[in-house]
């Protein structure tokens, strides 16, 4: 019995000792799946970051590529700038250039005028009668013919202003401006100015302005570069509609209205139109439609810094390609915009705003 026993106590000894391998083995294994479990976690952890630098990185790339993009066309736009405002000054000077020479055409005509009705008036007395009839009549068509020398040298005179206006490279000078006069001035001035490059061109202008007093203190000079661009736009429509459809007749209709708190401005023409894929771009500085050469792209872009930027107005477009675009603005005149607003006469209809 006693070689059982120690047999027994043999077995007993060995179980004990497998039991304590088999333990130090499942904690080993419990270790090493602790050290997989954070192993595969750190690896996902280093994934995600790596992910999120990449992601980070594409997007500081993408920030360098605008930035770089955005200095560019800057650049291009201050060079751009630089050329307008050169010829900004020469289109000055000579203006005043020739205000000269038409100040003495306007004044040399009024005196004329004055001594024609006294040679008149003398011719009366020594020639009464039929002798001094056709006399008479002669003088009274020379001073028909020099009241229209007159009119038409105030009308040079106030596209000359309307030029210099145009030119001045001072933003924001408020002054108290005639509306109409303002909107109908610089409509003509950009018509006529196409049309001197374009002569065979021809559009009928209706102005349907519901004011015919009004005053406003405004950035007039700013007001003008607008329409002048916006009739240029226009203009350009028509004229590339027209070769395409000879028998079209062009209109371009500028519409106005006063209101409380600002003036509602509408330039409509039945031009080629533009499609509903460019109108988001028709604002972008060097964005252009018109043919190489032709344009320079900055217009709206400025015209819209202007309205939008400058003023605190409104801007909208209405377009149907072959039919017609409309630009419509509002620009603040009350206190919070360019100045308190007095006119007599006109009504009230809401405007829209934004191209």
Not at 80 to 103: D, Q, R, T, Y
Not at 224 to 249: K, M, W, Y
Not at 281 to 297: E, N, Q, V
Not at 301 to 323: C, F, K, T
Request: proline share 4%.
């Amino acid at each position: 019995m006693i070689p059982a026993d120690d047999e027994l106590r043999r077995l007993e000894r060995e179980n004990r000792a497998l039991r304590s391998r088999l333990e130090r083995s499942e904690r080993g294994r419990l270790r090493l799946e602790t050290i997989k479990e954070s192993s595969e976690a750190l690896h996902r952890q280093v994934i995600e970051e790596l992910e999120e630098a990449r992601v980070d990185l594409v997007a500081k790339n993408y920030d360098l590529e605008v930035a770089l993009e955005d200095l560019r066309r800057t650049q291009q736009q201050l060079v751009m700038a630089e050329k307008l405002a050169s010829l900004g000054l020469m289109v000055a000077g000579i203006a005043h250039e020739l205000k000269n020479p038409l100040n003495f055409v306007k004044n040399f005509a009024e005196l004329s005028a004055e001594y024609f009705v006294e040679i008149g008036d003398e011719l009366s007395i020594i020639l009464p009668g039929p002798q001094g009839a056709p006399l008479r009549a002669m003088i009274a068509e020379i001073c028909v013919n020099i009241e229209r020398i007159a009119e038409h040298g105030d009308r040079a005179n106030d596209i000359i202003d309307a030029m210099l206006m145009h030119a001045r490279d001072e933003p924001g000078e408020r002054a108290n401006t005639d509306l109409a006069a303002l909107i109908r001035d610089h409509v003509v001035v950009a018509y006529q100015g196409f049309r001197a490059e374009h002569r065979d061109f021809r559009a009928e202008l209706d102005f349907d302005l519901e004011f015919a007093e009004a005053r406003a203190v405004l950035p007039a000079g700013d007001i003008a570069r607008v329409l002048v661009n916006l009739v240029t736009n226009s203009c350009f429509a028509l004229n590339d509609r027209l070769r395409h459809e000879p028998g079209l007749q062009p209109r371009l209709r500028i519409w106005a209205r006063r209101e409380e708190r600002g003036l509602a401005l509408a330039v409509r023409d039945n031009g080629t139109g533009i499609p509903a894929e460019l109108r988001r771009r028709i604002f972008d500085p060097f964005f252009t439609t018109k043919p190489p050469g032709a344009g320079t792209g900055l217009g709206l872009s400025l015209s819209y810094d202007v309205i939008v930027g400058q003023l605190g107005g409104r801007w909208a477009v209405d377009s149907e390609v072959g039919a017609f675009t409309e630009m419509r603005l509002w620009v603040p005149l009350g206190p919070a915009g360019a100045g308190a607003i007095g006119a007599r006469g006109g009504g009230h209809e809401e405007g829209a705003g934004g191209r």
